[in-house]
């Protein structure tokens, strides 16, 4: 098992965009850091780092064939399983600026042992920064309410994940493993509502405004929640640890959604404009061959009609020879 399978192909830097995990963790990272890239897989994540931050990157993949490719990227790459309590030993005396755990921790058999196990790898001011899917999007969360339930070859039911998060499950995770939040991202993937209308219908729902927007909030959108943590900074004596430390770090609302479904949309229709003037043009082409079909046909009978009376003609003439009659053009003789 590939412990870094993305949520989204391999990206480089010619065609990121900005609901792309890759491009909001780089955009993160410090220039010239030196960062752990943990599940680095063939290396599209490290050549990111290398091109965008000119980052000092130690890769860690489990895949063996994934971590040779990745050697054109790293700095240095080491084949180990992250469940593994000594996969990361080679790496005791080494601090890092940055840690990545890019669509990761959902491959992981022991996710907390892993975090747990990078804090002597931080220093004060490290982060971690991971990316995580949302199995609470409203894709999964519709063939939910309609009783269905499917592994896939990749994405959010990727058949290769052993954990499932949602935002607070998350959250969870990074409390019990000594860490703080800095900052919640995510990448989000909306759906019309007149798909999310026709999962409601199936179970007898009414589609109406109240029901739509709750599939539109910012946790039901996220497809991956990107997420930077650290470890707690020290506290006097005087400061008073807030109780909803983590609860404070709420997804923002994402006006761009519309906007975007808007062009998506607009882009449908040309090419829905597209797709029935071809097939237009195939009608047309289909009327034209059964034309030329009927003339064939045509021809053939015309054909057959002449070599019937060409052999006609013959037989007559040999009939006329055997009888010792002269032969004579046409069909009859008078």
């Keep these: 098992m590939n412990q870094t399978v993305a949520a989204y192909p391999p990206a480089n830097s010619a065609n990121l965009d900005n609901n792309h995990s890759h491009n909001k963790i780089v955009q993160l990272i410090p220039r010239y850091a030196q ?4 599940g680095c897989s063939s290396g599209a994540m490290s050549r990111l780092m290398k091109e965008q931050c000119e980052a000092h990157v130690f890769g860690v993949e489990k895949d063996a064939q994934a971590a040779w490719q990745a050697q054109r990227y790293c700095d240095y790459v080491f084949t180990e399983d992250l469940d593994d309590p000594h996969s990361l030993d080679a790496l005791q005396f080494e601090k890092f600026d940055v840690i990545t755990l890019v669509d990761v921790l959902e491959h992981l058999r022991y996710p907390q042992q892993l975090l747990e196990r990078l804090k002597p790898f931080m220093m004060d001011e490290s982060v971690i920064l991971l990316s995580v899917p949302n199995v609470a999007h409203t894709s999964v969360r519709l063939e939910l309410l309609t009783g269905d339930f ?12 052993l954990k499932f ?18 900052e919640v991202d995510y990448t989000w993937h909306d759906l019309p509502d007149s798909v999310i209308a026709r999962y409601l219908r199936q179970v007898g729902v009414e589609a109406t405004p ?32 807030s109780p909803d430390l983590f609860k404070e770090h709420q997804l923002k609302p994402m006006a761009a959604s519309w906007q975007t479904w808007g062009h998506i949309f607009a882009n449908l229709q040309q090419k829905e404009q597209v797709i029935k003037g071809l097939e237009t043009a195939i009608k047309d082409q289909q009327a034209e061959v059964n034309w030329l079909k009927t003339q064939l046909q045509d021809k053939g009978d015309e054909l057959t009609r002449v070599y019937a009376t060409r052999s006609w003609r013959l037989l007559r003439k040999l009939a006329s020879f055997v009888r010792g009659m002269p032969v004579q053009e046409g069909l009859t003789q008078s």
């Design 150 to 161: 499917r592994y896939e070859e990749a994405g959010i039911l990727d058949d290769t994940h």
């Design 35 to 38: 960062v752990l890239e943990l």
């Design 210 to 241: 109240r029901a739509l927007e709750y599939f539109h909030q910012p946790d039901a959108v996220a497809y991956q929640f990107i997420i930077s943590i650290s470890l707690p900074k020290q506290k006097s004596e005087n400061d008073s640890a």
């Design 165 to 182: 998060f949602t935002l607070n499950s998350l959250k969870s995770l990074i409390e019990r493993s000594g860490f703080v939040i800095n």
